[in-house]
C-alpha cells in the first residue's frame, strides 16, 4: 500500500512526520532512481508513473545557452500501457485544412493543435502517416513524420510541421 500527504513537500516534512507519529513515512521521488532500477516493480514508481526519457529537464542556465527545441514536447508520448513505462518519440503532424468562414486553419476532431499543423494522435507510426494530396477544392494538405530536434540545425530546419 501506499499513502499520499500531497501538503507535504519536501523530504524534511515527510520524514518529519514519521518522528512525532505512529506513521511510517518514506520519500520517493522518480529522479532519485537510478535508471537501470525504474522498472516500475515498486508500487511507488507506479503511483509517481515514473518512467525513462531520452531528454532531461534542462537547468535555466544551461538551456539559456545550449537552448531546447520547442518540438519536443509535441513529439514524445507517454505509453502507459504496461510497466515500465515507455517513451515513444515522434509523431504525425499535417496541415488541417483551411476554414473559410473563420478564416483560418484547423484541426479535424480527435487532433490536437501545436505552435504548426495539426497533430494526429491516433497516427502511431511513420509508416501510416504519409498523405500529399490537392483536395477537390485546390488546397495542398500535408502530412508528415516528425521526430525531435536534437540540434539547433534541425530545430530551425524549413521543415512542414517544425516550429522552431
Same mark, same amino acid.
Given at each position: 500500500?501506499?499513502?499520499?500527504?500531497?501538503?507535504?513537500?519536501?523530504?524534511?516534512?515527510? @520524514?518529519?512526520?514519521? #518522528?512525532?507519529?505512529?506513521?511510517?513515512?518514506?520519500?520517493?521521488?522518480?529522479?532519485?532512481?537510478?535508471?537501470?532500477?525504474?522498472?516500475?516493480?515498486?508500487? !511507488?514508481?507506479?503511483? *509517481?508513473?515514473?518512467?525513462?526519457?531520452?531528454?532531461?529537464?534542462?537547468? *535555466?542556465?544551461?538551456?539559456? #545557452?545550449?537552448?531546447?527545441?520547442?518540438?519536443?514536447?509535441? *513529439?514524445?508520448? *507517454?505509453?502507459?500501457?504496461?510497466?515500465?513505462?515507455?517513451?515513444?518519440?515522434? !509523431?504525425?503532424?499535417?496541415?488541417?485544412?483551411?476554414?473559410?468562414?473563420?478564416?483560418?486553419?484547423?484541426?479535424?476532431?480527435?487532433?490536437?493543435?501545436? @505552435?504548426?499543423?495539426?497533430?494526429?494522435? !491516433?497516427? !502511431?507510426?511513420?509508416?501510416?502517416?504519409?498523405?500529399?494530396? @490537392?483536395?477537390?477544392?485546390?488546397?495542398?494538405?500535408?502530412?508528415?513524420?516528425?521526430?525531435?530536434?536534437?540540434?539547433?540545425?534541425?530545430?530551425?530546419?524549413?521543415?512542414?510541421?517544425?516550429?522552431?
Amino acid at each position: 500500500a501506499l499513502c499520499t500527504f500531497p501538503q507535504i513537500t519536501s523530504r524534511s516534512a515527510c @520524514v518529519e512526520i514519521g #518522528t512525532y507519529s505512529s506513521v511510517s513515512t518514506s520519500w520517493f521521488r522518480c529522479e532519485d532512481l537510478d535508471t537501470g532500477s525504474c522498472d516500475g516493480s515498486t508500487v !511507488a514508481e507506479r503511483y *509517481l508513473q515514473c518512467f525513462v526519457d531520452d531528454f532531461q529537464e534542462c537547468p *535555466l542556465a544551461q538551456c539559456e #545557452t545550449a537552448g531546447e527545441c520547442t518540438d519536443r514536447a509535441w *513529439l514524445r508520448r *507517454l505509453v502507459d500501457s504496461s510497466y515500465p513505462l515507455q517513451v515513444e518519440y515522434g !509523431a504525425c503532424l499535417s496541415s488541417g485544412y483551411y476554414d473559410a468562414g473563420r478564416g483560418q486553419t484547423e484541426c479535424a476532431e480527435g487532433m490536437e493543435r501545436p @505552435v504548426i499543423g495539426c497533430l494526429e494522435v !491516433a497516427v !502511431a507510426s511513420p509508416e501510416s502517416c504519409v498523405l500529399e494530396e @490537392v483536395n477537390a477544392f485546390g488546397e495542398y494538405w500535408w502530412r508528415t513524420w516528425l521526430w525531435p530536434a536534437i540540434s539547433e540545425e534541425e530545430c530551425v530546419a524549413e521543415v512542414e510541421g517544425r516550429s522552431g
